[in-house]
């Protein structure tokens, strides 16, 4: 099962499925060349004929891209992928994880492999990230990691393309990165390289530790927009000013669901 959760997770991100006339299709991946050997990988698990290409194309980001796609067009193998929650055509807000028994940190890697990224910024702290367009997606990374990590993430769409952008620091992403990337795990040679390496940060002498900050439970909102000042609400919950001008900043902008 670890593979298979591993290999779906990367397929719902970096996968396309794709109709044909009648009862044809294909299910495909395409990523650059340096990553091949994971496409091998999805080759050996997967019990049906499928195949690996080559291509040098230009592209937006660069004038000669060299990939690497793998083909799968068995109507068996596409209904398995689709029942279990690939869809066909554009994907990117559909997607969801499983309703099926899956290993969650396999899965998630796979996410991760595909669509996030893994390692130290232009500050030199370590990062563990993912962007996305799915809510679900991102709703439920943000749930698992907080039982790894203790840290708490609410992400909006951000208003450039309307994307998450979820991302965990110091030693949150060490311990999350660990828990991914646990020894002979399937995943991407740089982006488990790459988790490796977070180990080694130390933080330096000085550096303050954030509190984990409180989450807001729905009857807090019920009770901060019932007010009509936003002081009165901060003393009502305990709450700093601060916190709750952002809080119903967020809430009035949609950025988070009024609550119900």
């Known amino acids: 099962m670890p593979a298979y959760s591993y290999m779906f997770g990367f397929l719902q991100m970096d996968g396309h499925l794709a109709k044909g006339v009648g009862q044809k299709g294909r299910l495909t991946a395409e990523i650059n060349i340096r990553d091949i050997e994971i496409l091998r990988r999805?080759?050996?698990?997967?019990?049906y004929h499928?195949?690996?290409?080559?291509?040098?194309?230009?592209?937006?980001?660069?004038k000669s891209h060299h990939s690497a796609t793998w083909t799968l067009c068995s109507l068996e193998a596409r209904t398995k992928f689709n029942e279990l929650g690939l869809?066909?055509?554009?994907?990117?807000?559909?997607?969801?994880?499983?309703?099926?028994?899956?290993?969650?940190?396999?899965?998630?890697?796979?996410?991760?492999?595909?669509d996030g990224a893994v390692g130290y910024t232009k500050q030199g702290l370590p990062f563990v990230s993912l962007t996305t367009a799915s809510?679900?997606?991102?709703?439920?990374?943000?749930?698992?990691?907080?039982?790894?990590?203790?840290?708490?993430?609410?992400?909006?769409?951000?208003?450039?393309?309307a994307i998450y952008n979820v991302m965990y620091q110091k030693e949150a992403s060490q311990a999350l990165a660990a828990h991914l990337y646990y020894p002979g795990c399937l995943s991407l040679d740089r982006k488990r390289a790459a988790a490796d390496a977070l180990h080694d940060w130390v933080?330096?002498?000085?550096?303050?530790?954030?509190?984990?900050?409180?989450?807001?439970?729905?009857?807090?909102?019920?009770?901060?927009?019932s007010h009509d000042s936003?002081?009165?609400?901060?003393?009502?919950?305990?709450?700093?000013y601060q916190s709750c001008n952002l809080r119903q900043w967020r809430l009035r902008s949609g950025r988070v669901p009024m609550p119900e």
């Open 50 to 62: 499928s195949s690996i290409t080559e291509r040098v194309r230009e592209t937006n980001f660069a």
């Open 87 to 114: 869809p066909y055509g554009r994907k990117s807000r559909q997607i969801k994880p499983p309703r099926v028994p899956f290993s969650r940190p396999d899965y998630l890697r796979g996410v991760v492999d595909a």
């Open 203 to 225: 933080r330096p002498a000085g550096m303050k530790v954030s509190p984990n900050r409180r989450s807001w439970k729905e009857w807090e909102d019920r009770i901060l927009l």
């Open 42 to 47: 999805f080759q050996e698990l997967t019990p």
């Open 135 to 161: 809510t679900a997606i991102a709703a439920y990374f943000c749930f698992y990691a907080k039982k790894i990590t203790g840290v708490s993430r609410h992400p909006g769409r951000n208003e450039r393309d």
């Open 230 to 240: 936003i002081a009165a609400a901060a003393e009502a919950l305990g709450r700093s």
